[in-house]
């Protein structure tokens, strides 16, 4: 057994402390030691075929993230993760396209707030971030954030929206991806007056 522990824990430390039944079986450990490790406590079930150490700090947005490779972060959490908002999000926002049924994770973890849009807009704007304790993370850029605050001002929190908005227009910021962006939301026209009143 402790040998068996051992492994999982070497694949932990690769992992962000995270890790899936498919890691441990390509590691030539069995599903029945896998529960045997669950009975005693070494192991704890996050989802169905995920894992975490008992005693390792995992990263909530990784942990999210695995759940479906259709999650992006958005809104406050991409703002907060690029560094545009100091405010850490009570909720996490994660967009995913139209029709994708995220129902099961809303239910074990009843703090990510889903966005659903149009699956040809979905993708845009997607990069990688570091998450805080240093995973890789998809979320969107900062262009397809300030559209996405424009599109839904009414719904978003006007101190988050002003801090984002007036900060990203101060910066050096990427004009011209914004605009095209703005062309395939339908905001173009929003966008040049920020851009007039703000640059």
């Known amino acids: ?6 492994i999982i824990r070497d694949i932990a430390e690769d992992t962000d402390g995270i ?6 079986e390509a590691a ?19 989802a169905q075929g995920i894992y975490t150490l008992a005693n390792m700090l995992v ?18 959490t ?19 396209p139209q029709g994708d049924n995220v129902s099961r994770i809303k ?3 009843p703090t990510i707030r889903f966005h659903y849009v149009k ?3 979905w993708d845009i704007g997607i990069m990688t971030i570091k998450s805080p304790q240093g995973a890789q993370l998809r979320v969107y850029d900062q262009e397809r954030c300030i559209c996405d605050l424009i599109r839904d001002k009414q719904a978003m929190d006007m101190q988050l929206y002003i801090q984002a908005i007036q900060g990203y227009f101060k910066l050096e910021n990427n004009a011209r991806k914004l605009l095209k962006y703005g062309k ?12 007039e009143v703000l640059s």
């Open 59 to 76: 990263d909530e947005y990784k942990l999210i993230q695995l759940r479906s490779e259709k999650i992006v972060f958005s809104y406050g």
């Open 19 to 24: 890790i899936t039944t498919k890691q441990i």
């Open 1 to 6: 057994m402790d040998t068996t522990f051992q």
């Open 119 to 121: 699956k040809e807009l």
């Open 107 to 109: 239910k074990e973890h």
């Open 78 to 96: 991409a703002l907060y993760l690029h560094g545009m908002s100091d405010r850490v999000p009570h909720f996490i926002d994660a967009t995913v």
């Open 184 to 195: 395939k939301f339908g905001i173009e026209e929003k966008i040049r007056t920020y851009m």
């Open 28 to 46: 030539g450990i069995s599903r029945t030691r896998i529960r045997s490790l669950l009975e005693l406590g070494f192991l704890i079930k996050e």
